[in-house]
């Protein structure tokens, strides 16, 4: 384009500064003059240019980001919701991500407050998929949730998640401090809140030994942490935010044996008096719980007490065989 632009310039001036094919002093001078002013515009178009070319693919993903047409947006409900008091009832639930693929086959499922409620299944079983109907990142396609009798979908969203936190395998740790990951999403937390916090999720110790403390910038993602370290500072982070319920999604899948001792203390800490779905990755961690929901392609073909379900040789019985013959391989 600015090539085009320079060339019309100089046919313009052939055209109207040399009419009888010879160039005056004058004309040439004022020719030159607007030659050497259209240059350094000519290089910032063309500079502009290629850096327009190169935002190409973020504009892209920019643009599909704010699409409407693609994504569900939920219908936000009028009715406030200030506590957990009797618990979560499942009626007939079914759920895909695509409505013609279902993930979730009428799942009927009560989960009574300040009980641990485990979720168990192999890869795709449906339990990660069933937990995060809670907080409402997806709507069943059929059937109810109720919370203490209500309808899911009468709450508020955002007094609803500030009630729920979630520990999962995978932690997001912000490229910030020590103690705006814990505080993350909080406003006007105490420095003492903080530090309890900590202490009670095992980290305050590993914390203080950090080069800053509390002030310690812990890279994108806590690259500079261990594995252990960020789980711990997210148990931190769920404790802070005092929830009813509390979503552990396979928290201690990927430690090792001295971490997830650690993990496993802190989340003992992090349970008492709350509502707990715990989706289990090893059956050592969920031996204590209330209830054992076993899932096999989207369906429950289990539930009860952990103890009761292994004397009745089904489901959890074969997987608690297999992870029994495994370790002792080991």
Request: net charge neutral.
């Amino acid at each position: 384009m600015a090539t085009i632009i320079l060339i019309i310039i100089l046919i313009v001036a052939f055209t109207n500064l040399i009419p009888n094919g010879q160039m005056q002093p004058a004309s040439l001078l004022t020719f030159l003059f607007v030659l050497m002013r259209v240059m350094p515009i000519r290089r910032q178009i063309d500079g502009a240019r290629v850096r327009l070319n190169s935002f190409q693919g973020s504009l892209g993903n920019v643009k599909e980001l704010l699409r409407t047409d693609d994504k569900p947006y939920f219908k936000d409900g009028k009715v406030q919701f200030s506590a957990l008091k009797r618990g979560i009832e499942f009626i007939s639930v079914d759920f895909g991500y695509d409505p013609n693929e279902p993930v979730l086959h009428n799942i009927t499922l009560t989960i009574k407050q300040g009980q641990t409620t485990a979720l168990v299944g192999g890869s795709g079983a449906g339990k990660s998929t069933l937990a995060d109907l809670i907080p409402r990142f997806y709507e069943p396609t059929q059937g109810k949730i109720l919370i203490d009798g209500v309808d899911l979908q009468n709450f508020k969203i955002n007094s609803l998640r500030r009630k729920v936190a979630i520990v999962s395998q995978d932690t997001f740790i912000f490229n910030t401090s020590i103690r705006n990951n814990i505080a993350y999403a909080l406003e006007d937390i105490d420095e003492a809140a903080i530090y309890e916090a900590a202490r009670l999720a095992n980290a305050l110790e590993f914390i203080l030994e950090m080069p800053e403390g509390f002030d310690t910038t812990v890279g994108d993602r806590g690259i500079r942490l261990s594995g252990g370290q960020r789980q711990r500072i997210a148990i931190a982070r769920a404790l802070l935010r005092n929830p009813d319920i509390l979503i552990l999604d396979e928290a201690t899948s990927a430690l090792d044996s001295v971490s997830e001792r650690l993990i496993q203390e802190s989340l003992e800490k992090l349970t008492v008096g709350r509502t707990v779905i715990a989706i289990a990755h090893r059956l050592s961690t969920i031996v204590r719980a209330d209830k054992v929901v076993v899932l096999e392609q989207g369906r429950i073909v289990e539930q009860g007490g952990y103890q009761e379900l292994l004397q009745q040789r089904g489901k959890l019985w074969s997987y608690h065989q297999m992870q029994h013959e495994l370790g002792q391989t080991g």
